[in-house]
């Protein structure tokens, strides 16, 4: 008798951790953080970026803004890396200064506002050997996306090195299918 008992406890404990992982791959990925506070305790909002698949199938990048706007959805090309050629409307160049950084993440201070350097596009800069202090000047070059100053390179104006992270059309450095 108790070994039945035991053995419907295990199959209800399966099918309960089954239904989880189900419910949870349905709902999607997604990034709760929406703004970082520095010590200085400046508010810095932050993109949020999931991968989400379809009703069609095709894999999307799904970009929201930290103050709560509407998504906007992406088609991707299956690897979960927006094709953000498509949506360069023009390089820009900003100058700017460091204000913080950390292990995590990077703020620089320009004209056009705070832009937020984090998660791989940061590990991918300090995997290269950038290393930046508060004060440091900089200069980005990138594109907007979806209101969102993604950095395609960056100058440390003092030396003058320059560090690649993403190339002509966008496309992150750090990800597969080059070649």
Excluded at 63 to 80: F, K, Q, R, S
Excluded at 114 to 140: H, K
Aim: hydrophobic content about 40%; proline content about 3%; cysteine-free.
């Amino acid at each position: 008798m108790k070994r039945k008992i035991f053995g419907l406890a295990f199959l209800v404990l399966v099918e309960f951790v089954v239904w989880g992982a189900v419910n949870r791959t349905s709902a999607g990925v997604e990034n709760e953080e929406s703004a970082v506070t520095t010590p200085q305790n400046h508010t810095v909002e932050v993109a949020q970026t999931a991968v989400n698949t379809t009703d069609s199938g095709l894999v999307a990048a799904v970009t929201e803004t930290a103050a709560g706007g509407n998504a906007d959805v992406t088609p991707g090309d299956g690897d979960g890396i927006p094709d953000a050629s498509e949506n360069i409307d023009g390089i820009f160049t900003l100058e700017g200064t460091v204000f913080y950084v950390d292990s995590l993440q990077m703020t620089v201070d320009t004209s056009d506002g705070q832009v937020l350097l984090e998660n791989r596009p940061w590990t991918f800069l300090v995997s290269l050997g950038f290393s930046a202090s508060a004060g440091d000047e900089l200069r980005l070059t990138g594109f907007y996306e979806d209101g969102v100053f993604e950095v395609m390179s960056i100058e440390q104006i003092s030396s003058g090195t320059i560090y690649t992270l993403r190339d002509e059309d966008g496309r992150p450095m750090w990800a597969g299918g080059r070649g």
